[in-house]
């Protein structure tokens, strides 16, 4: 008996195992993906579940023919928040008085300029764009950064954020003022989408 040549067996069974091996990855890659998806939309809902609205990533006229970028604007019930989100991870040593602010994280030590003053920057921006609405503003930072001295002045922790801005305090304070709207939408309208949200994401 002449026995059949084995190549074409050969073929079809590297095919099947390169198809396992391929259903393998886009299942992995899904996956990924679907856990960055639910990871992101976690953290948008954390930060501005306390909101009526909100802007993200835009660029505020500074009121010299310049702008500054901002990572969130919310609308709550206290007025206008101006958000500067920082994925910094470490222990965090930083004061109001300080100019700049040290990190230390495993064998690593660097500092970063006081983000304190670039945040009065943005909120006397805002400011400038509304008549009525009131504007404050706050340092964020995530989870895997920590201030074993304590937090400086308008400093928070991102887990902290819900507690200060409740969605419960939105809920019982009903619909905003005609100004705190107006306001709301002439800031809106003088945003400008910012280039620097992908080299310079939030957290």
């Not at 002449?2 to 890659?29: E, H, K, N």
């Not at 670039?118 to 921006?125: K, N, P, Q, S």
């Not at 400086?152 to 019982?172: G, I, V």
């Amino acid at each position: 008996m002449i026995a059949l040549p084995q190549l074409p067996l050969d073929l079809l069974t590297m095919a099947r195992i390169a198809g396992g091996v391929l259903a393998i990855v886009l299942l992995v890659l899904l996956w990924r993906w679907y856990r960055r998806h639910r990871a992101h939309a976690r953290l948008l809902g954390t930060v501005t579940g306390g909101a009526y609205a909100y802007l993200r990533d835009v660029l505020v006229p500074d009121g010299q023919g310049g702008s500054l970028h901002v990572d969130f604007l919310l609308l709550t019930t206290r007025g206008c928040v101006v958000l500067d989100m920082r994925n910094i991870a470490g222990n965090i040593f930083g004061g109001d008085q300080m100019t700049a602010w040290t990190v230390m994280h495993r064998a690593l030590r660097y500092t970063f300029a006081n983000p304190q003053t670039g945040l009065y920057d943005r909120i006397a921006a805002v400011r400038a764009m509304v008549e009525e609405l009131p504007v404050e503003g706050r340092v964020v930072f995530s989870a895997r950064g920590r201030f074993p001295k304590g937090l400086p002045r308008f400093t928070l922790m991102l887990a902290s954020l819900p507690a200060e801005f409740p969605a419960a305090e939105r809920a019982q304070s009903g619909a905003l003022t005609d100004t705190w709207r107006a306001d709301w939408e002439r800031l809106r309208a003088a945003c400008r989408p910012s280039s620097l949200a992908a080299p310079r994401a939030a957290i």
